[in-house]
């Protein structure tokens, strides 16, 4: 069964760090380009950046993606953490960039003090 698991999310005070983990089954995350994404309540979904197939990490602005092919295993690193990062965070693996063949469930990310 073909499946993505997103976890890590929950409380975090601004300014803080945050890994949110994106596990595959069914499937190898390698062999896809990896996306993550977000929603705000009210808002539309976003995307936030993502590393193509075979890249071992990419970097933007605060967010750092990486891969672990051992753990079949995408990570999202968020560091200096805003109340405006507050969203559903979604991981999803396609054969580019900008096409989303799966998606996982999602893992909520709320940055409060």
């Known amino acids: 069964q073909v499946q993505l698991v997103e976890s890590g999310g929950g409380l975090v005070q601004p300014g803080g760090s945050l890994r949110l983990s994106c596990a595959a089954s069914g499937f190898t995350l390698d062999d896809y380009d990896i996306g993550w994404f977000r929603q705000a309540p009210g808002k539309q979904r976003e995307g936030i950046s993502c590393?193509?197939?075979g890249e071992g990490s990419s970097v933007k602005g605060r967010f750092i993606i990486s891969r672990d092919n051992a753990k079949n295993t995408v990570y999202l690193q968020m560091n200096k953490l805003k109340p405006e990062d507050t969203a559903l965070y979604y991981c999803?693996?396609?054969?580019?960039?900008?096409?989303?063949?799966?998606w996982g469930q999602g893992t909520q990310v709320t940055v409060s003090s």
């Open positions: 999803a693996a396609g054969p580019g960039c900008s096409v989303q063949r799966y």
């Open positions: 590393i193509p197939t």
